[in-house]
């Protein structure tokens, strides 16, 4: 895995931001965000990290687990930031942590959810 960390730095970041606003095809009829699309959008920018860390085709990746605490809910017209970092976990695992939180300016963040996904990343 040290091998893999090394070669993660040199392609980018091991942690990112998103800005997330949600539109009217977000929510439900209440105006609250539905859980599916919270879940679309994690497994979306899991997808992004995980196809940008494939520098060549030495490795490939499972998940073995997704941990999802729901801490509270989002409305319509609010904005989230999305952060997700890598996490080694033993010498074989790796974690992609993805946090979810409100921003209201003058105001704390307010963490919305926050996700583990548990991947074996391993050589081909």
Do not use: H
């Not at 942690?15 to 439900?28: A, E, N, P, T, W």
């Not at 994690?42 to 801490?71: A, G, P, T």
């Not at 695992?93 to 979810?100: H, M, N, R, S, T």
């Amino acid at each position: 895995m040290k091998n893999f960390f090394s070669s993660v730095k040199k392609q980018g970041p091991l942690k990112s931001r998103m800005q997330l606003s949600i539109d009217k095809d977000m929510v439900d009829s209440q105006g609250m965000l539905t859980l599916w699309n919270l879940m679309d959008t994690m497994n979306s920018i899991k997808e992004n990290r995980i196809q940008s860390l494939f520098i060549n085709d030495r490795y490939e990746e499972s998940v073995k687990n997704i941990d999802l605490k729901l801490y509270r809910n989002a409305a319509l017209g609010e904005d989230l930031l999305v952060e997700s970092n890598f996490a080694p976990n033993g010498k074989r695992q790796v974690d992609l942590k993805v946090y979810v939180s409100k921003r209201i300016k003058g105001e704390p963040a307010r963490r919305v959810c926050k996700a583990v996904y548990t991947l074996t990343i391993k050589p081909k």
